[in-house]
């Protein structure tokens, strides 16, 4: 088995209409579904061999996570979207620059393939983050 492709790309964490629908709901499967996610141009997950509803691994200074693939960006290449919530700060790193706030956007991120890897839920993320 050849090795896994991986992507350096660059991390921005947004608000989405499926964050703000289901923020109420953290506890509920719907609520993964909308925000353990990230969106990634057609061709960034041709390079990874990816299909919408995979999962990916997404490694930061700040830390790991494994979400599912969203089809998006068309012809940005380069970006991986990653919805404000647990997911995303489970990513974040501490360096706040002087603002006061933990970095967000613009974060080198490695992108790669996590066949068999399921999206972790609220819970199981708390418990890593809380040692």
């Known amino acids: 088995m050849g090795r896994s492709k991986e992507l350096t790309l660059t991390l921005v964490t947004m608000r989405t209409v499926g964050q703000g629908i289901t923020i109420h709901k953290k506890l509920h499967a ?5 925000v353990g996610v990230c969106s990634l141009s057609p061709s960034d997950m041709h390079s990874l061999s990816v299909a919408e509803g995979d999962t ?6 700040g830390g790991s996570v494994v979400v599912r693939v969203l089809a998006g960006l ?3 290449k380069g970006l991986v979207l990653i919805p404000l919530g647990p997911w995303a700060s489970a990513v974040s790193t501490a360096a706040c620059e002087g603002s006061g706030l933990p970095g967000l956007k613009g974060l080198e991120a490695k992108v790669s393939r996590a066949p068999g890897e399921d999206v972790e839920d609220v819970r199981e993320l708390l418990r890593r983050a809380v040692p």
């Open 30 to 34: 719907e609520y993964r579904e909308n």
């Open 56 to 61: 990916v691994r997404v490694t930061t200074d």
């Open 74 to 76: 068309e012809g940005i």
